[in-house]
């Protein structure tokens, strides 16, 4: 599918961002698809099994094109003595919930192997997030027939990925939930959506999707006036029905306890934007950079605090919209966007 009728195809320019960890399900995508939209899985954490499994699944859901996204590895510049000393201050959150923290080991996310899947039974579209990925990899895709989209936060990413042969670059702004896409976390990404948006048009000539803080039809106006070819939007669709999100973490996002979200590397090691809770506010300053080994030392946490209802302890993460996030299903979200443009 060629760069424009990728996008000009759609019946509405929504595009649900790829969630890792569980929210993005095969069934969210089929009923962003089926509303007109285009919808990612999201391979982050998977094993290859579990992300053909869904590709599979999803195979037998919709006939309409859909997107798979994976992690390009970062590389490992954790310091060893701040890992061991994080796991200890995180012991007594692990001994109370009755776990033990994880192992703070290091991995790529199965990514060659990912990829390979991907060349040998390609989807129409393949997004990237945490770098970009090697030229010959874009053009392996491109022979493959996906169209590739490469996550920006800055100006200079986006030259990069653009020179790399990107289809497409999805610009997140600040105002986005979970994690940053910045291809180095050595700072937070601070730069709000409409400027970022108007920074790389200037600078690219390929295909914009806009992401962070778009929850309605008004925000979807916004960034394609500002350029954009459509929106992305992953808070929005937390929870609906076909979301796989926890349910503590559905319920947080409509707790009025919960006032404001934060970036933080608490619960990864890597910046993410979340609901401000108890396990944010006291461990965001201790944190170090160390993704994924902190993110695989608090899993068992995370687990655990999840099946308790714990919201305390969870990750929530949430865009700087989520007080809009209704409990409705996909199709009436885009639904909604769809009316109102």
């Known amino acids: 599918m060629g760069v424009l009728c990728m996008w000009d195809g759609l019946d509405v320019p929504v595009v649900a961002a790829p969630m890792a960890?569980?929210?993005?399900?095969?069934?969210?995508?089929?009923?962003?698809?089926?509303?007109?939209?285009?919808?990612?899985?999201?391979?982050?954490?998977?094993?290859?099994?579990?992300?053909?499994g869904q590709i599979s699944r999803l195979r037998t859901l919709t006939d309409r094109p859909f997107?798979?996204?994976?992690?390009?590895?970062?590389?490992?510049?954790?310091?060893?003595?701040?890992?061991?000393?994080?796991?200890?201050?995180?012991?007594?959150?692990?001994?109370?919930?009755?776990?033990?923290?994880?192992?703070?080991?290091?991995?790529?996310?199965?990514?060659?192997?990912?990829?390979?899947?991907?060349?040998?039974?390609?989807?129409?579209?393949?997004?990237?997030?945490?770098?970009?990925?090697?030229?010959?990899?874009?053009?392996?895709?491109?022979?493959?027939?996906?169209?590739?989209?490469?996550?920006?936060?800055?100006?200079?990413?986006?030259?990069?990925?653009?020179?790399?042969?990107?289809?497409?670059?999805?610009?997140?702004?600040?105002?986005?939930?979970?994690?940053?896409?910045?291809?180095?976390?050595?700072?937070?990404?601070?730069?709000?959506?409409?400027?970022?948006?108007?920074?790389?048009?200037?600078?690219?000539?390929?295909?914009?999707?806009?992401?962070?803080?778009?929850?309605?039809?008004?925000?979807?106006r916004r960034v394609l006036c500002g350029g954009a070819a459509a929106a992305q939007m992953g808070t929005a669709f937390l929870r609906t029905p076909e979301s796989g999100a926890r349910q503590a973490h559905k319920d947080a996002l409509a707790d009025p306890r919960f006032t404001r979200t934060a970036v933080t590397r608490a619960f990864s090691g890597r910046r993410a934007r979340g609901l401000v809770n108890r396990f944010l506010t006291e461990h965001d300053g201790i944190a170090p950079s160390g993704y994924p080994r902190v993110h695989h030392m608090t899993a068992p946490i995370r687990a655990a605090a999840a099946r308790a209802g714990d919201a305390d302890t969870l990750h929530l993460w949430a865009g700087a919209c989520y007080a809009t996030a209704a409990e409705r299903p996909a199709a009436e979200v885009v639904g909604a966007i769809a009316e109102a443009l």
């Open 67 to 220: 997107g798979v996204n994976l992690f390009v590895p970062d590389p490992d510049t954790a310091d060893p003595a701040a890992i061991d000393a994080y796991r200890r201050r995180l012991r007594p959150e692990a001994e109370r919930l009755g776990v033990e923290p994880g192992e703070p080991r290091w991995d790529d996310d199965e990514y060659p192997v990912k990829l390979a899947a991907l060349f040998a039974n390609p989807v129409a579209v393949v997004g990237f997030t945490f770098g970009c990925p090697a030229p010959a990899d874009i053009a392996t895709l491109h022979r493959a027939g996906s169209h590739v989209v490469v996550t920006v936060t800055t100006v200079e990413e986006a030259r990069a990925a653009a020179d790399a042969g990107a289809d497409t670059l999805c610009v997140q702004g600040a105002e986005a939930g979970g994690h940053q896409g910045s291809f180095q976390d050595t700072y937070e990404r601070t730069t709000p959506l409409s400027e970022l948006l108007a920074e790389v048009r200037q600078a690219v000539r390929v295909p914009l999707l806009a992401a962070g803080g778009i929850a309605d039809g008004a925000a979807v």
């Open 21 to 52: 960890g569980g929210a993005s399900t095969p069934e969210l995508v089929a009923a962003v698809n089926a509303a007109g939209g285009l919808g990612f899985l999201a391979g982050g954490y998977l094993s290859v099994a579990e992300l053909t």
